[in-house]
């Protein structure tokens, strides 16, 4: 079990820019959830799937949000024109089907300048 | 709206003390309450986790009581180490078909040698 992997760790980019994350869940997981964490808070939910369907969305992920995990393992979450609000951390996380607990990655720290 | 009030903040322990956090919901639908603890630069680790049938767990030096007419839930660490030095957050989810995770804003733990 080598438990639920991201890429990049890091990730510095100008306001304006896209940038795509990747999250690799754990392998026989069939929930993958998005959130964000910024200083000093506790991690915030941004979305989830069930294998290939993204079945919530929170009001936190703006039109500029979009995530996908086409083939019910890996997902990636995309940010359109970034802003300064963007930077944070972004966590993924992963659980069975029916079970509670959710495991998550080492995150993805954005800093947009 | 916060759905999960977490304290202290922060908290300074001499090594061998008991660690206590603690924490409250609001949602009677939450049935599910796990704890977290956090490094600086890794993402959250499943600490331990309770459901409201039960009003303790005890995995090793680590502790939740649970409280539901209360609603309220706590952490003790007993024997507290150096190495627990970490952010813990306590979460609540209402499992099931949603099953996304509700934090506290975190409690940073000193333990001192």
């Known amino acids: 079990d080598t438990g639920v992997s991201q890429n990049p760790r890091h990730k510095i980019t100008k306001r304006g820019q896209n940038v795509t994350f990747r999250c690799d869940p754990i392998s026989e997981h069939n929930r993958l959830y998005w959130y964000r964490q910024t200083l000093g808070q506790g991690p915030e939910f941004l979305t989830y799937f069930q294998n290939e369907a993204q079945l919530e969305k929170s009001r936190l992920l703006s039109d500029r949000f979009s995530a996908e995990r086409p083939k019910g393992s890996f997902s990636t979450l995309e940010i359109q024109r970034t802003e300064q609000g963007d930077s944070a951390m972004y966590l993924c996380?992963?659980?069975?089907?029916?079970?509670?607990?959710?495991?998550f990655g080492p995150g993805t720290r954005l800093t947009v300048t | 709206q916060q759905q999960v009030k977490q304290s202290p903040q922060s908290l300074i322990v001499q090594k061998g003390g008991i660690s206590i956090i603690n924490c409250a919901y609001e949602n009677t639908a939450f049935d599910y309450f796990p704890w977290y603890q956090q490094f600086p630069g890794k993402g959250p680790a499943l600490l331990i986790a309770?459901?409201?049938?039960?009003s303790e767990k005890k995995e090793g030096r680590f502790t939740i009581s649970f409280n539901k007419s209360a609603k309220q839930f706590s952490l003790h660490i007993m024997d507290s180490q150096p190495g627990d030095s970490a952010t813990y957050f306590c979460?609540?989810?209402?499992?099931?078909?949603?099953?996304?995770?509700?934090f506290g804003k975190g409690t940073k733990l000193s333990v001192k040698p």
């Open positions: 309770i459901r409201p049938d039960v």
């Open positions: 979460a609540a989810s209402t499992g099931g078909s949603q099953g996304n995770l509700i």
């Open positions: 996380a992963s659980s069975y089907q029916w079970g509670y607990e959710q495991y």
